[in-house]
């Protein structure tokens, strides 16, 4: 039985790849997909038309699918570990400002005009995570209040904060010419940035700090009964808690850095999961971190044919289902007493 | 046995528990009691290492072992130490089984997985406490009496030989503070454990507790039978209040009664 929440979850990831791979200017059906696919294992020759859809795959979609993937995965599960972090169900990259925070150290690292290489690329998550850091910090000791963190302040701050990283990385942007114009759609979170080396660079941020997220199952579970008793039951907790922030972050850094800042996908994902599956936190971490990554694909399908041909920053579709999924959540929230 | 001597702790520049020495020995129950505010709570996490301590020591002995509690990291030391807080605002989201699991905490690698054993244990914990057909109900939803017994029995899972309970009875009515304390003293008994139960009732200390220390603005003013440390003198001194103490009238135990 405890097999199922993965089925599921990966079923839909499978989907979502799928048709992020099919959808797009040109429709590839799942019969030309499945005949690239085998022409690519046997190793035979693709005929002509065949050759154009395995370009625009290994070129175009490939590449993108992975990115949007990785940015999904990220996303979803540095949501569950804020969530359970806080102790607060309201608690998303997005809305305590570690995402805009985030965005604004890639931009300030954009706007050194890096070179397109992966060591240049390298710096823009780097800067993006240690202002990730700076952010979470100061926005937690704004929201502080005594030794609890109110749900309200938390957001509060939260807001206050994002609303000033946004308008300076707007600034930035504004100010800066070629390279930086390109990337104005990052502000609304978007996938302007091609080819592998984006994938490449936010892959080890990645690694690090989703991996360590979900090893961390155990320890998020003891905080939820608080910070004493969690230390009474012998989780050595100031560690515990730095560590897990530190990799939310760091997995928070690498989604915004070349994704933009992607709002609700923290919040709607880690929520749903929990409502289907439960709270225990070793299991709502990987799923979070699939059903991220299935939630984000899905959403840029939908922001490539709203429009098309033209596309749509993929935050304004997150930002349309989530909106007014975070209203709800707070709604609920407030009758179960968070604050 | 439990052995505290010398303990200050301070909150910024108030000093709230000054020189507090105290002895719980195995197999008996100490009631620590004391006006609000005197820092009976504070001594019980002072004690449980989640908050530093000005000065003091800390330490567990047993027949041939002495720990020093305090230099423990926190996994080593929730093996000799268990606490059972106040059963109130508890996550909603896990069952009674999945809580009382937590108490194996400290024998668990860092991934959390448990063995057949834990479960054997905590099977037994939930015995213990009468809460094993609680086993599937979500922690949230337990009444007060309930979510006591369900936190006693995550504490007797951590398999320590001493227990630390924050005044586990002040949410608890009447039939469920007797039984609660009936359980704790047993357990006491039967299991050896060297129990430190703050209580704000004076008559439950003085009807299961083996040993009374009094704590009046974070000094211990009394310590010793509860005959010897429910004396009118004592108490009405400690909580500034005319009491008389009676023989109870069909137990060998003090009763304190307020008023003149």
Redesign the interface.
Known sequence: MRRIPYLWTLLLLALAILLSIAIGSVFISPADLWRILTGWLSATSLSESLQTFAFIITSIRLPRTVLVLLTGAALGGSGAAYQGLF?NPLADPYLIGVASGAGLGAAVAMSIQWPYTFWGLLAVPLAGFLAAMLAILLVYFLARLGKTVPTTNLILAGVAFSAFATSLTSFLMLRSTGELRRAFAFLLGGFTQTGWNPVLTILPFLAIGLGFLV?S???L??L??G???A???????TRAKTLILVAASLATAAAVSFSGVIGFIGLIVPHVM?LWF???Y?RLLPLSIIGGAGALLLADVLARVVMAPQELPVGIVTALAGAPFFLWVLRRAKN?GYW | MLKVEGLSVSYGQRRVLHNVSLEVNSGEVTALIGPNGAGKSTLV?AV???IPLDSGKISSDDLSRHYDLRSL???Q???HL??V?QAVS?????TVW?TVL??R??Y?N???QTSARDEQIVHLALQKVDALDLSERRVGELSGGEGQRVLLA?ALA?STPILLLDEPTSNLDLHYQVSFMELVRGLARNDKLAVLIALHDLNLAARYADRVALLVAGEIKATGTPRQVLTPELISDAYHLTVQVVPHPFMDTPLVLPGK
């Open positions: 102790r090893l199952g155990h320890a579970n003891l939820q009964f910070d004493d008793q230390q009474q039951l012998g989780l050595p907790v929990r439960g709270a225990d070793r179960q | 996490r449980s290492g989640v990291p926190p996994m030391r929730a093996r268990a606490v807080p508890l996550p909603p989201a896990f999945e937590m108490g905490t400290p668990l860092f991934l959390g995550r951590q």
